[in-house]
């Protein structure tokens, strides 16, 4: 997929945001009826310019609007008709819509998917209608869809009324509970351009709404509640088209221990998936994951407010001394820098304080503000003047009523005049003037010292990942192999069969062969040059050495004979059912490298994904992995090298050599490689300890294990 | 110090707390003056009805009430002064207090040790006058003492009206800021009993008040904001004395990152110490270390609702499913256990919800509340009432207005009766009257999902860690030490003379000798046994094999006549000016051994503790280290050596042996027991590696360096 052929994948979505012409069917004089809110929100609460079609068979008008007997009695097809009938009537609806040539259908209505069989059958009409005829469908069983920047509610929602913050933020969920949170988080001082929550997602999901916000002019960061996947391809598209645009994503995902995964498919029909490999996914497309609601809007209100660069030093200002030191505290434990002020701005603060307070960064002004109102105003503005401040964290630790509002305005107004963003932190449970004055100013306060930082961090690390961003790369995805495969069950190569194709696409393994007779054992094994092990082959036995079927440090064609009559004997006593097919002569490796494993599994939403580590306790305590989507090029073989905690036992920690990493970037592009070829069948592969050797003496896998197929 | 010597660290402050009569010193009619204010809070703010004493020589009466024209003039000593006037003036009326035999100053005044050198002079004077007469001074530089279950304000502060929600948590804090942000969540609901915060700390420390709230029968928790610490020796005493009284002491320790603790000390004049030594005191007497005030404020109020016994098990209950699962995703992502209902529950909820909505853990009754109002009552009482259930989590994603507030109304009716803590979780940043009823019945809904769940997380671990205390332990402190040592400086032990001691101790080391010439050499080798090492022994040379003062693996008399040849001209040519002792001959380690360290440092301010670990890169990148006070006894030192993540590696992981457990064990007390026995000496004692073999082959240190003396 390049990234011209998105069109492939979506429709364009600006009439249904921005439509034209509305037809509400289902419009309603009772006020507390679906139909009737609705009505009540696209006439009242929502400014909307364009022309609305009540469809009502049973009035003549409601309100003094007129009331048309069906879809087709329209004197028009409008952009998009919102449907809140039963769910029987709201598919006869959809029909008709789409016979009249109706481009969008909102349906609100449940009684679908989420209620029994009978809905079940009835969202499988809904999407038989939606193949055959063209027509898209957000929905059912949603609350609607609010542009809230074109004050206009698509919604039943008698909330609809106090969600008319606009600004620059995106927001696409799927269920509305957690949505609705962060949209209160308005009451902080933050504004959401729409919503787009689509309850079952007959058709269009969160995906078509992440790629759409990611061209809308209006919208500068997307937020989404992340339940489940339909589809990855769509999901990587869309991502991925707004980090070209340069849009951040930042995503909640719910589903990430046994209890939450067990409780969201209870909740939701969505594939959850397992959470480490969503996560590889959102960070390999700088999707910033977040771990609750507070923590959303933190991060998304600091990147709507401003983009980073990713090097950004900050300032901690504050006139506690306990609260200036718990926030540096915080800055120095999540690894941000602390800048360094210009021997001017020292000279001017100090021109500035009282004689007694040091001067540094921390500035702490102590409680001088309040007796000398246009110290902050004045020090603050030359905190942010200094050339190398690029964030001001300001912790609030307590509400002082008029002195602190009057700090409060201070701030907002050194804020107007500079592009460096002042995050206020409000600590304290009492919400004042002060308080009220930054959410009116949008200046939105952070509630806890420590989301503050997080905050910051994470929008430090979306400017860095953005500039390292290859908005080229392309990931092995799965739906094309397993449309291609069928169903072919799983089946596991031989360890001989699997290093036989590993050595076919170019990746160095040991000399090695099956020999089908002592002579044949003892002919290879001069060939490979001693020392050799041995290893039984045979696709029955799972567990090589419990049958006594390996032996190593063979030196001699005496060893050889004898350990192919001793592996033998064993394997027949103890597997007497395997069938054997011979006997793997390897080459054996030199000795004292160090040991790594490389492991490829298939994910059924995201495809194929490659697992780095040191093996052993490192990734079994430690969690000690990196991981990618395929396919790697060798800047990133090389980064997930890298990036392993244990990394230096491989880079010469303590004296021991350093490991040959060029060879090991070099196999994590050949394994890499090998997948992408064999994507349609291959599920799982693990090379098991990879040997590593000084720099120099290469990388070679010692075990290989291949199952091919598809899973059920 | 046994558990009855308290009376030699502390003074009874009852009558500080609690006084029957007060004198104020430098009462003033001036409302906007520190007298003034002060006196406004004691006669109109206070419920104050003992006697109160106005000092004031310029004035016969203020507002009616008489003035004194000084301390020797009252007629009866009060049980506290305080005192308001400037620094050299609260000299003279604190030295005329002791005088009358007042037991208690409170010095609200600054221009002492935080001002200026005139200003530690002051308070050099005051310490003298405490030393000399043994009034308790609290303060200065101070905001005063806050008894608010009493309604007692002795404080300057005009937010004292405002902090009038008493309840059972005491406060402890050095500088008044942060603890005025956790003051202020009284909004939220919490009540604060008592709170002292000293300021300069000039004798009455936060030690001397948490030993004090321990002993309060209307404290049940203590909340403490640590800058630093004074003495080691009364912060140990105050905590386990808490332990002992079964209430808890939760704790932010600001001042762990560089950033931090930079700032701490310019900020206040106190040792803040290594973070993690820090936080192993505060761990090993069980003292709840959180990293934010919000946390400082979930943690205490849930502790101060109810104590918890280590066990419990959780229900999350919710009425929509998006934060039922985010939050059943918290508890597992935490390690708590969700509780598996009776059957009698199910069967009970399975009567009380619609048939559509799955019945299980966590309880989602969905919308069904709107239009039920009884649903939350009899549902939620049927949750409390399963034997399994623990503790009730409850988010509320968002305000509804009414809706959410009858909502609330139920629930707390339903914990009106049952003693099975509800915890409700406000996420939404909009407050309504539902969140106001909860603040008004005590239920102070925490703010976020995740400090919810941590606070939850807390509470069960202090649970668990209260039923393991050991009420008798008394750790090594250094005071002692120190005095009795006087300023001898470092000097370190050459190994041999280290292993001879540890040896002479008991610990296993391996045979070895030092010989003065080749011939002793061998016979040593001989007696030891071979293989033996050869090691330079000299005091100037730290760095052994640098010099080629190693030699390992000598297995015969010929080798080791051959390596004293070696390394004397070795050791000659590279270090020719180092006293040589002569060549330590020692048995070699069996190989195939596990290698483990242990070290022992002297803290300043908490004495001696022993760190465990690994050592290479488990320490250093995972910083996986266990780390204690001493001594220890078996069952800690198994602790010990059984918390280290990568523990499994000497418990026989991935078919490696299993080591000899019971030996490190006995090697840990035994290192316990020398440190102890040499605690006034010893500064640093390191055995790195530590040899660990299989079970039953022991576990012997290689190498030993320690370190005697003070360091400067």
Chains 1, 2 share one sequence.
């Not at 007997?69 to 329209?74: C, F, K, R, T």
């Not at 503000?369 to 912790?395: C, H, K, M």
């Amino acid at each position: 997929m390049s990234a011209k052929d998105h069109s492939s994948l979506f429709s364009d979505l600006t009439r249904l945001f921005l439509p034209r012409s509305i037809a509400l069917v289902g419009a309603s004089a009772r006020p507390d009826s679906v139909g009737g809110r609705t009505l009540e929100n696209l006439t009242r609460v929502s400014d909307f310019k364009g022309d609305l079609y009540l469809v009502n068979p049973s009035r003549d008008e409601i309100g003094g609007m007129r009331c048309y007997p069906s879809m087709a009695s329209l004197p028009a097809a409008p952009d998009v008709v919102i449907i809140t009938v039963p769910a029987q009537a709201a598919i006869e609806a959809l029909e008709s819509a789409a016979a009249c040539g109706v481009p969008f259908a909102i349906i609100l209505s449940s009684g679908f998917g989420e209620a029994d069989e009978e809905g079940a059958r009835a969202e499988a009409q809904l999407c038989e209608i939606v193949q055959r005829t063209g027509i898209r469908v957000y929905g059912p069983n949603c609350p609607g869809l609010n542009n809230i920047n074109a004050r206009l509610g698509m919604s039943f929602s008698p909330a609809f009324r106090h969600d008319l913050h606009p600004g620059p933020i995106g927001l696409a969920t799927q269920g509305g509970g957690l949505g609705r949170t962060f949209m209160q988080a308005m009451e902080r001082g933050i504004g959401v351009g729409m919503w787009a929550s689509s309850g079952n997602q007959a058709d269009l999901e969160v995906s078509d709404f992440i790629h759409y916000m990611a061209d809308a002019p209006d919208i500068k960061v997307i937020v989404t509640l992340i339940e489940g996947f339909k589809s990855g391809r769509k999901f990587v598209a869309a991502v991925r088209h707004a980090a070209r645009m340069g849009k951040p994503v930042v995503a909640l995902k719910v589903g990430k221990s046994e209890y939450g995964i067990r409780s969201a498919q209870s909740h939701t029909a969505s594939m959850t998936g397992s959470a480490e490999i969503n996560s590889a996914v959102l960070r390999q497309f700088g999707v910033i994951e977040v771990d609750d609601i507070d923590e959303l809007v933190d991060t998304a209100w600091l990147l709507a407010r401003r983009l980073p660069k990713g090097d950004e030093k900050l300032v901690v200002y504050a006139s506690s001394g306990g609260a200036a030191t718990l926030a540096a505290d915080k800055v120095g434990s999540a690894g941000l820098e602390l800048a360094e002020f210009a021997p001017e701005t020292l000279q001017r603060l100090r021109a500035l304080l009282p004689s007694y307070m040091p001067v540094s960064n921390p500035v702490d002004v102590g409680t001088e503000i309040f007796t000398r109102p246009r110290l902050v105003d004045d020090s603050l503005q030359v905190v942010v003047e200094d050339p190398s401040v690029g964030l001001v964290l300001y912790p609030y630790p307590l509400d002082y009523g008029q002195m602190i509002q009057q700090n409060a305005e201070s701030t907002i107004r050194v804020q107007a005049r500079t592009d460096v963003p002042i995050l206020p932190v409000w600590m304290s449970d009492r919400i004042g003037e002060g308080y009220q004055a930054f959410v009116k100013a949008g200046l939105t306060p952070s509630r806890s010292l420590s989301n503050a930082v997080k905050a910051v961090q994470r929008w430090i690390a979306w400017g860095n990942w953005r500039r390292a961003f290859d908005p080229d790369f392309e990931p092995l995805l799965p739906e094309d192999a397993v449309a291609a495969q069928g169903d072919r069950p799983l089946h596991a190569l031989s360890e001989a069969e699997g290093k036989r194709r590993l050595a076919a696409s170019g990746i160095r393994v040991l000399p090695a062969g099956v020999a089908t007779n002592a002579e044949e054992a003892v002919r290879l094994a001069e060939e490979c040059g001693y020392p050799v092990v041995a290893k039984i082959v045979s696709k029955d036995i799972a567990h090589k050495s419990e049958t006594g079927g390996v032996r190593v440090g063979l030196g001699s064609a005496q060893d050889v004979s004898e350990a192919w009559t001793n592996i033998m004997a064993s394997v027949r006593e103890k597997a007497p059912r395997a069938r054997i097919e011979g006997l793997l002569i390897e080459k054996m490796a030199p000795s004292g490298g160090a040991e790594v494993f490389v492991g490829v599994q298939r994910d059924p939403i995201f495809g194929h994904f490659l697992t780095f580590g040191l093996g052993g306790i490192y990734v079994e305590v430690f969690k000690d992995v990196s991981r990618r989507m395929l396919p790697l090029n060798e800047e990133t073989a090389l980064e997930m090298i890298r990036e392993l905690r244990s990394f230096p036992i491989l880079d010469g920690a303590r004296g021991q050599p350093k490991r040959d990493i060029a060879a090991l970037v070099h196999l994590l592009v050949q394994v890499s490689e090998f997948v992408k070829n064999n994507a349609a069948e291959l599920d799982e592969l693990d090379l098991n300890p990879v040997w590593v050797g000084e720099q120099g003496q290469g990388a070679i896998p010692l075990d290989a294990v291949i199952l091919n197929g598809i899973r059920n």
